[in-house]
């Protein structure tokens, strides 16, 4: 099953995976049925109790939803899927949002502000085992020495011997924070309703994976997550129910070529490669 795109239902395919097997899953499910996924639809509590079962000690599962607003309300569909997470097992690590930009904002919005973003849960089984943080937080103070002092957690200064980075210069580029502005792709552009972000995708792979890891995207669509994977050295298992858009996955994958220096990227994914 590994580097392959499977055409079926993931509650079908997904048995055939061992337990605790997987290191990290990136995924975009067609939430509140916004979208007409070919006339799928999925069942979102018998896909969150399997990835529980195939993830790994420690791996995690990105989940990017949002909801929609029906009758003059938010469905909060979003909401009701983390607190299942949590009550099958999972932790919630980090709920980050994903700014899509002023341009994503549709409707005559004659009642509530434009919505440009979407939430992505971050689940872990147990104790999280790999973080590596993306560092292009542009630091104001870049090149000025660290100074002053740390806070309680009750507010009060600590001795300015307890910081034990002053001294030390601000680097310019500091950890990135939890906010993430990335645009996302136009729809149809692969042929698919609602392609995922090549940058999102690929920005949680190296945040929460190494090279070598198993990376899994039950709900893979035109094969965005897979196709990262590939991208950044990590094994791949691509599910999607619709034949046509496995097709539009695996063509995109078989684009990488060999010698990466070869592949066209954004220019916003070369500079978080630089």
Not at 80 to 95: C, R, S, V
Not at 172 to 197: C, D, E, L, M, Y
């Amino acid at each position: 099953m590994i580097d392959t795109i499977i055409q079926g239902d993931c509650l079908e395919i997904m048995p055939s995976i061992p337990d605790s097997s997987i290191d990290l899953t990136v995924t975009s499910p067609p939430y509140d049925n916004l979208r007409k996924y070919n006339g799928y639809t999925f069942d979102f509590e018998g896909i969150a109790k399997e990835l529980f079962r195939v993830t790994k000690p420690g791996g995690v599962v990105v989940w990017v939803v949002g909801d929609a607003t029906i009758d003059g309300s938010e469905t909060g569909t979003s909401f009701k899927q983390a607190l299942y997470f949590k009550e099958i097992g999972f932790k919630l690590h980090d709920t980050m949002i994903w700014n899509k930009g002023a341009f994503s904002a549709v409707g005559a919005l004659q009642t509530r502000y434009a919505p440009v973003f979407e939430y992505m849960f971050v689940l872990c089984k147990d104790s999280i085992k790999t973080f590596n943080p993306i560092k292009d937080h542009v630091n104001r103070c870049a090149g000025e020495k660290i100074r002053g002092a740390k806070r309680t957690s009750d507010g009060k200064l600590k001795p300015k011997s307890a910081n034990s980075n002053k001294g030390n210069i601000i680097q310019s580029n500091g950890q990135r924070f939890n906010i993430w502005n990335i645009n996302p792709v136009k729809n149809n552009i692969f042929g698919h309703p609602a392609p995922f972000s090549e940058q999102l995708a690929a920005d949680h792979i190296l945040s929460w994976s190494n090279p070598g890891d198993i990376i899994l995207d039950p709900m893979c669509g035109s094969g965005t997550t897979c196709k990262m994977a590939k991208y950044h050295d990590r094994r791949f298992i691509g599910i999607e129910i619709s034949e046509e858009y496995c097709e539009i996955a695996r063509k995109r994958i078989a684009a990488i070529p060999i010698n990466l220096n070869q592949f066209s990227f954004t220019e916003s994914q070369k500079k978080i490669e630089a």
